[in-house]
């Protein structure tokens, strides 16, 4: 018979390091504050005219241009930017209302 008993790690293990969000894969997106921003600096029409923004993206401590407009336009349409929930890209097993439907 074998036990499997989990062992504490040992004192200050660290945490696994999170991906940056602009390295893609499964990062945490950018936070709420780095999103703020983002739509701040576009609303003061600085992004486009400043130098520093692209050396700031050249060292990976702003968002890229793409992002940059991403946000801006869910933040005209939808009124926030909040980041979406990560699903996993998981289909749906339960069929519900319309697609029943269709397969009908």
Known sequence: MTHDIEHRPPLQTR???APHPSAGGRGDG???EMRNLV?????AGM???HS???QL?????FPSASTERRHVVLH???GNIRPCKLTGN?????LRCHDLLLLA
């Open 52 to 54: 520093i923004f692209d």
């Open 39 to 43: 739509v701040a600096v576009n609303a």
């Open 57 to 61: 993206r050249a060292l990976h401590l």
């Open 90 to 94: 998981k289909r749906a097993t339960v």
């Open 76 to 78: 005209n349409n939808e």
């Open 30 to 32: 950018y936070s709420q």
């Open 15 to 17: 945490k696994r390091a």
């Open 47 to 49: 992004s486009n005219h």
